[in-house]
């Protein structure tokens, strides 16, 4: 069965300073990764996903993960924070069972940017 | 807009009435999923249709909650006799390939 782990409830950083969001996973075959944003008020957003091909993956709004399967690792990160990526972001793991696709969301990470 | 859509977007009711939601997804989108959302969780699995099979359905999904999804459009979730603990966002989603794209969800307050 998959689980996924967001280590940070919450991560503060200033405006123009990197990001790193946290995830680990476990899943028992060779799985798919997502990101998502929710901004307060609003839908989930896909920010990008991994699904066996480059394990480096470039999202939306400059956003980029990569995938470490030593580590079962799949951290998000942004080279510079901007105002309007304050926001929930949910690392989701991803596997085929025999129903069909199964997701699982993480606990979600409050990114907090600070002017 | 072609993306799914959920209504209401906010449903106030009173212990032990029954709720309705619907949800349309992305058109020739065969897979369709919903989920609930607490505050300051991530979403939770609650059950998925491919076209109108439903095909798995969480533990959470107790007997007073049923859904359909009739001619493999647009899905309905039903709540029976609420409670307050039902009280969450609840999500829908359908899928083309391996990405999920969800909608705005349905915010249900049971007093």
């Known amino acids: 069965a998959q689980s996924v782990t967001q280590l940070d409830s919450h991560v503060s950083v200033s405006e123009g300073t990197p990001v790193l969001l946290r995830c680990n996973y476990s899943?028992?075959?060779?799985?798919?990764l997502f990101w998502y944003v929710q901004h307060p008020n609003k839908g989930l957003q896909l920010l990008l996903k991994?699904?066996?091909?480059?394990?480096l993956v470039k999202g939306i709004n400059g956003f980029e993960a990569e995938f470490k399967k030593s580590e079962t690792s799949f951290h998000l990160t942004k080279p510079s924070a901007h105002m309007s990526d304050a926001a929930e972001y949910f690392c989701?793991?991803?596997?085929?069972?025999?129903?069909?696709?199964?997701?699982?969301f993480g606990p979600g990470t409050r990114l907090s940017v600070l002017p | 807009d072609t993306g799914v859509s959920q209504d209401p977007r906010h449903k106030i009711t009173k212990r032990g009435q029954n709720v309705t939601f619907r949800c349309d997804p992305i058109?020739?989108?065969?897979?369709l999923y919903w989920y609930r959302q607490t505050l300051g969780q991530g979403p939770e699995f609650l059950t998925y249709?491919?076209?109108?099979?439903?095909?798995?359905k969480s533990r959470l999904l107790s007997d007073r909650f049923s859904a359909e999804r009739p001619k493999g459009s647009f899905s309905t979730l039903e709540i029976q006799r609420t409670e307050q603990g039902d009280s969450a966002m609840y999500l829908c989603?359908?899928?083309?390939?391996?990405?999920?794209?969800f909608g705005p969800g349905t915010r249900l307050l049971v007093l």
């Open positions: 989701v793991v991803s596997e085929v069972d025999n129903y069909g696709q199964n997701f699982v």
């Open positions: 899943s028992s075959y060779s799985p798919s």
């Open positions: 991994y699904t066996s091909a480059a394990t």
């Open positions: 058109s020739e989108h065969n897979r």
């Open positions: 249709f491919q076209n109108e099979a439903q095909l798995e």
């Open positions: 989603a359908s899928q083309s390939g391996e990405t999920q794209y």
